[in-house]
């Protein structure tokens, strides 16, 4: 649906060339929400805006629905960015429009009438639940209602694509996950392609089917959602997996030596992964009966990635060294993540 085939970005300065995009090719399918993430200044915002050309690309070529947007005149341009939605941090609304106005504001541009107008706002209103605010203005909505009337606003046109820059940073935790649903049901209703630009990876793992991970304007590390939370490659990638992970170490086990190496009378410390459905599995009491051994069960959680259930179970077990290394090639051979914490005593 959209195809990015080397594109760069430079911004010529008087304090010298700033190449805020790295030549760079991504491709994001029909229908699928794809997140970029990255730290502030990673080049994020200039590359969502090179998708619709808010952003002219120093060189490369977009195509977005087939169509070579970088080949385009002002006019086809124009006609080609109804395709594409954007919805922005600070909802960018029209102060003295009324909530029906602003998203109405698109289709007065293509020149549509009146009745017509009405014919499409009104379910979007629906859409984004905001029916009983119609005749509000911006400053009499709160953030999370804000955003509502931008992404209605961004539909009105029947966009094939919507671009999301920061769409929901500026929100609590509660409103972000609101917001987030409702872009999920769009997704699956309309079934319209999603990209999110954030640098929270709890967005990413809240409704991302894909992600990229972006840094000084390279795309460093690109993958199924999933695979990329449960096994970041670059350093940059795992910070951001850590700030959600729930399953930090104990207290107990942080304060106590880790070696990597078995020494006499040392337990060995393990964190499983898992996802429902293997996890079903008695894994771990058939470990304990296989090679007589113990297992201490240190911290426990579930966590959701996008529709999936992820479990993670850190545990110590007890046992003659021998034991200790059968267990572990047991658990190997498991359908679960196992990473090695280290010897304990
Ligand atoms: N119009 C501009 N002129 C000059 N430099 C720019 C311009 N826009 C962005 N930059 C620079 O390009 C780099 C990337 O900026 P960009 O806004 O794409 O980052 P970002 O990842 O969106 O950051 P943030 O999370 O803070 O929004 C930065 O170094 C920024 O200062
Ligand atoms: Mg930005």
Redesign the pocket.
């Known amino acids: 649906m959209i195809e990015l085939v080397n594109v760069e970005k430079t911004?010529h300065?008087s304090s010298g060339d700033?190449h805020?995009?790295k030549r760079t090719s991504l491709t994001i399918n029909q229908g699928e929400i794809f997140g970029i993430i990255?730290?502030?200044?990673?080049?994020?915002?200039?590359?969502i805006r090179c998708i619709n050309m808010l952003e002219v690309p120093t060189a490369g070529q977009v195509f977005v629905d087939g169509e070579e947007l970088t080949a385009m005149t002002e006019t086809q341009l124009r006609k080609a960015r109804q395709n594409i939605g954007m919805i922005f941090q600070h909802f960018n609304l029209l102060a003295s429009r009324t909530v029906f106005d602003n998203i109405a504001f698109p289709l007065e541009i293509q020149g549509l009438g009146k009745d017509e107008i009405k014919k499409r706002v009104e379910p979007l209103l629906e859409l984004v639940q905001l029916q009983d605010r119609a005749d509000h203005y911006p400053s009499q909505l709160s953030g999370g209602q804000k955003q509502r009337v931008g992404i209605a606003r961004a539909l009105a046109s029947n966009p094939k694509v919507l671009l999301c820059?920061?769409a929901t940073s500026a929100l609590d935790p509660q409103t972000t996950k609101s917001i987030l649903n409702l872009l999920r049901d769009i997704n699956q209703r309309l079934n319209l392609t999603i990209v999110m630009?954030t640098?929270q990876m709890e967005v990413v793992k809240e409704i991302c089917d894909r992600v990229a991970v972006?840094e000084n304007?390279s795309i460093i590390e690109e993958g199924n959602m999933v695979d990329v939370f449960t096994n970041p490659q670059n350093q940059t990638t795992k910070e951001f997996v850590k700030s959600v992970d729930k399953n930090t170490l104990p207290e107990s086990l942080k304060s106590t030596p880790v070696s990597r190496e078995y020494f006499e009378g040392a337990n060995l410390a393990v964190r499983l992964s898992f996802f429902s459905g293997n996890a079903d599995k008695p894994i771990v009491s058939g470990m304990i009966k296989r090679f007589g051994v113990d297992a201490n069960i240190i911290s426990g959680n579930t966590d959701q990635l996008k529709d999936r259930i992820y479990g993670n179970l850190l545990i110590v077990i007890e046992g003659p060294q021998k034991a200790l290394e059968d267990s572990l090639d047991y658990l190997n051979s498991q359908n679960l993540q196992v990473e090695v914490i280290g010897y304990v005593k």
């Open positions: 911004y300065t700033i805020a995009l990255g730290l502030s200044g990673a080049g994020k915002s200039t590359l820059d920061e630009i640098h972006i304007g």
